[in-house]
């Protein structure tokens, strides 16, 4: 398709964008609608009290970060759900990248900054990959993040050693792991409170480190997950065997 | 219509161009990804107030007084980015196997190749 | 608009202009590397509208993740075949 009639439909599709939004309520909002019930943790009606920071304990979702609670508590069925796309997508990488590609990327030499520097920055980078997803429910983080960081440290070791190869056998079975287990609380949760990933864990006081039933646990099963397939992603990219 | 809201809907736009537009593959695969960092720009400020603060209970205010931004859109966005990665991954690899294949990333070229009929 | 408001359209700015440059480039290497700092601007108006999660995750994958795969496609695409330039 020509430049011009990209740009006139572009331009139409704008248009269209900007009169149709430009009277829903998005204007200039000094506050923002949130449910009431959700920032009380009040949404099933169960709540015994008000909700103190360093206080309150025994609440319905006892973690401190409102996110969290959303994103493995209220909805962590969506949570699974995206687990399951980002598998797939692994999956396809590793299915198709033998296809195209049969040797290892060749690798210039690293220089000497790299190669010491890397070997002071590893564990660093995985010290705070595990303080990011354990703490998930107390200040930003979380799984995700974590996960990332995790591979962003395997990507440095790929870098700065030309014959850094990735156990495959160890993170596969790292990657089922934190899957299947993910699975098998929700199932547990099921037996044990009528909802699949109900929290059947205590929930301690508001923002201590054991606190939010189990918040923290699913965190770090999905932190373990991401972290392995994007170490897989990044092996497969790499080639070899 | 405030400036967050309008601005991501101008990135969005531009990525739709470039999608739109551009003959090579490599540059569609970009364009997507320029056309998503919209995306999330959009949700995020949609639940965006200029009073509110971060949705993080901490110690230092009491609940009575806050007013959060919107932790909803927050929590779709990220499971948005983490998908768009899995996703322009496995579009990459696939435009590295049609380029070993056939030598070119251009689409018009390509069609022929493939057997389609003239335009 | 406040001088608050004037960041956020600059930042909006820098979005949109390296946005431009990564689709219009020539060279395929500059358009990952504008992607990149595409991504960062990113990371910063996500901080800026109050949402910490967002920015740490659109920080590490926008720019970190992706440009590494990015890459790791191009310096495998660039053996044998004609290159097809728009």
Redesign the interface.
Known sequence: MSRLWAAGIVVLIGLFLFLFLSDAQLGERQQVPVSEKMVQKNVLGTNPGPVIFGQSEGLEEGSA?L??SIVVGYRALDTLGEIMVLFLSALGVGAIAHL??NQK?QKEAPSFILKTGAGIVFPMILVFGVY?FSHGHLS???G??GG??L??GI?LLYIAFPTFELNRVLFQRLEGFGGVTFVVLGVIGALAGGAFLFNFLPNGVVGQLFSAGLIPILYLLIGLKVGSE?GG??RN??GGE | MN??TA?SI??FL??L??LLA???L??MV??L??LD?GV??FL??VG?GSG?????LTDTYPLSVLHF?DPLP?AL??TS??IN?GV??FA??L??RI??KH????TA?LWQKMGGEEE | ?SGL?AI??VV?AW??LT??I??EAKE?FT??LM?SA??LG?AF??AW??????????A???A???S???L??L???KR???????
């Open positions: 970060n996110v969290t195209v590609w990327l990011v930003p983080g979380g995700f993040q990332s960081i591979a962003i990507l994007l992603i990044l990219l790499y | 400036v967050y601005g101008l990135i531009l990525g161009y470039g551009k003959r090579d490599f540059k970009i364009s990804s320029v960092t999330n720009l995020v400020a965006y509110g603060i971060a949705p993080i931004v927050q966005v990220l980015i983490v990665l322009t991954a990459l690899v435009v590295a380029f070993k030598g070119t990333l251009d070229k | 608009m408001d956020a359209i909006f979005i949109f946005g431009l990564a689709i395929r358009s990952v992607l595409m991504g990113a108006l996500f509208m109050r949402a910490p999660d967002v920015a740490m995750t659109e590490v994958i926008g970190g993740l992706t590494a795969i990015f790791l496609v310096l495998r695409m044998g075949g004609e290159d097809a330039h728009e």
